[in-house]
């Protein structure tokens, strides 16, 4: 609580000291630009902190770096169910947050959702290979279907919280399986159906730490890498077997 | 965190939890060494890996397949070693036995990976792989179920069980293996064969090695009882000193080849599966022959049984998402 204190305190001096920045529709706060994944990385709590020039809607769109993912369906072959086809779906983005102070549909109208890409089931992916269109969409909607359910793509009008119509405090939870690269949050001020502010950061999420080391060691000399971790697997396995048999002796 | 805007981290569950940097997710520790465990526990009482238990078991767990295919063959690779050196210990290896197995895993690992090429290209790798399972698995473990608790129930008298067991033993496969060229001696396991059985049996569980990601010990323990003739106590060895060279080429190999051995999920397999392994093997010095073969054949029969039903139910979703890791 004493730290979202600290961040009113810090937001509203900041505005009174530089009066023109009260005129700008939409101020946030700058936010650390890196999230480290070490051992004990369970998830990240993200947080955007920011101001707006009135009573208005805040959006706030969190995406991930773009994935690769394979899609596989499963068909009946006599009294089996075996795997079927498989897709790729390329160039989705790995996650996607919209937070919203009220439900995005009450608050925008479609073309504008459209151009700001606040629709999960309209994110842009790519099936290949390339098929007839109910084909390819019965795959994307499988696609959002899955990403919903393992809470990749989700929508919430309730993580915002905004204080006497001009502070706004964004809590996000980041899971712990994270695709490595640059997100980006975009905040939007929407005042009767406009977005009449924008702001744009990013932050990158990357390996850290020992992580990073058997990560990379694991990838740029791969044979050497598994030839010594298999030798030491193995001498692992004699050493805790044989050393206190030895002594039981 | 210091900083009062950035993202922090949580700290929820740190101690229980660990970051795999290759398999790219945070697993529960307990619940990894429990599976190490488990696997152990079976690898020391009746010589299998455990390979066709911890892959689906990981895999479960929300592990990419190919991340659980290596590592639990590097963690095979480490679990065997142990283990084979107990039982060498305990004189139960048939070295020359083992050698002749393992040319032949070799040359049927060759041979499978090709094989496994082509089905890629066929795109029929999974299902091939899903049949061979619950083919092999049922008809190995419902005719080792039958036999072993007949072997049982005439637990009382030994030497009929013996007499018995010779009579059955002239099998439609045993005939043929006498038959074969170059028969030798192996005094080790105290049988007469030809090469030529252990070889072709190598070579199964070689490609057997690379289709399925598995030792093949679940294969070749019950061949080398029921068909090779040899004891069980030699089998088990044996079978840990062949799975110890193929498991560890093959660990090599994925991480060469897929970068997918993930060191922190084998090393906490491995860990677990020492106390496994010792309890097993402990208890399996104990336990008669027939009681061993019985504890076998109830695991394969309950694996076979677990896949059937994947196959037979309806699955609630048809569709299965993998992403790459990074």
């Not at chain 1, 795997?83 to 439900?103: C, H, I, N, Q, W």
């Not at chain 1, 964004?170 to 702001?199: C, F, H, W």
């Not at chain 2, 965190?1 to 569950?13: H, K, Q, R, T, W």
């Not at chain 2, 795109?123 to 091939?128: A, E, P, S």
Request: charged content about 15%; glycine content about 10%; aromatic content about 10%.
């Amino acid at each position: 609580m004493t730290r979202w204190l600290h961040c009113l305190l810090f937001v509203l001096g900041w505005m009174l000291q530089t009066p023109s920045w009260a005129e700008e529709p939409l101020v946030v706060a700058p936010a650390t630009s890196q999230i480290d994944i070490s051992t004990d990385f369970t998830g990240a709590d993200v947080q955007a902190v920011g101001a707006m020039s009135g009573p208005g809607d805040l959006i706030i769109k969190l995406v991930g770096p773009k994935q690769e993912a394979t899609l596989s369906r499963e068909t009946k072959l006599g009294p089996f169910w075996v795997e079927g086809d498989r897709v790729k779906m390329e160039d989705a983005p790995s996650l996607l947050f919209l937070y919203a102070t009220a439900p995005i549909v009450s608050i925008l109208p479609p073309a504008e959702q459209q151009k700001y890409g606040l629709i999960l089931e309209g994110v842009p992916v790519r099936v290949e290979p390339q098929l007839k269109a109910h084909a390819a969409a019965d795959w994307r909607k499988a696609f959002y279907r899955l990403k919903e359910k393992q809470g990749y793509y989700h929508e919430d009008d309730r993580a915002i919280r905004v204080f006497g119509n001009r502070l706004f405090i964004a809590d996000m939870r980041l899971p712990g399986d994270l695709q490595i690269g640059t997100y980006t949050i975009e905040i939007l001020l929407v005042k009767s159906g406009k977005v009449v502010g924008r702001n744009v950061t990013q932050f990158r999420v990357r390996l850290a730490g020992i992580e990073r080391w058997v990560w990379k060691t694991a990838h740029d000399h791969s044979w050497l890498f598994g030839s010594l971790f298999t030798l030491l697997a193995m001498l692992l396995g004699l050493a805790l077997n044989a050393v206190p048999y030895r002594r039981t002796r | 965190m210091a900083i009062p805007f950035g993202p922090s981290l949580s700290n929820d569950e740190i101690l229980m939890e660990f970051f795999l940097p290759i398999a790219h997710m945070d697993v529960n520790i307990v619940l990894i060494l429990f599976y190490g465990a488990l696997v152990g526990f079976l690898s020391g009482l009746v010589g299998v890996g455990g390979g066709f238990l911890i892959t689906p078991l990981l895999i479960f767990t929300g592990i990419p397949p190919i991340v659980a295919v290596s590592s639990g063959s590097a963690q095979m690779a480490g679990t065997a070693c142990g283990a084979s050196y107990l039982h060498w210990r305990h004189g139960n290896i048939d070295f020359k036995m083992g050698l002749i197995l393992l040319i032949g895993s070799w040359l049927g690992g060759g041979f499978g990976v090709y094989l496994a090429k082509v089905l890629l290209r066929a795109g029929q790798f999974g299902n091939v792989v899903v049949f061979l399972y619950v083919i092999l698995l049922g008809f190995i473990g419902v005719s080792m179920l039958i036999e072993s608790l007949r072997a049982v129930f005439r637990a009382g008298a030994p030497a009929a069980r013996d007499a018995a067991a010779t009579a059955a033993s002239k099998s439609l496969l045993r005939t043929l293996v006498e038959r074969l060229p170059w028969q030798t001696a192996f005094p080790a396991s105290g049988v007469h064969m030809s090469v030529v059985g252990p070889l072709l049996l190598g070579a199964a569980v070689g490609i057997l090695t690379s289709l399925m990601g598995v030792g093949g010990g679940f294969i070749m323990v019950p061949v080398m009882i029921y068909v090779l003739k040899m004891p069980t106590k030699i089998v088990v060895g044996t079978s840990l000193f062949q799975l110890l060279f193929t498991t560890a080429a093959v660990s090599v190999m994925q991480a060469g080849i897929n970068h997918s051995v993930d060191p922190f999920l084998a090393l906490l397999l491995i860990f677990g599966s020492v106390l496994g392994t010792k309890l097993g093997a402990r208890i399996g010095a104990r336990l008669p022959a027939e009681k061993l073969r019985l504890i076998l054949a109830l695991v394969v029969v309950a694996v076979a049984a677990k896949m059937v039903v994947t196959l037979v139910v309806p699955p609630g979703e048809i569709y299965d998402m993998t992403v790459e890791v990074r």
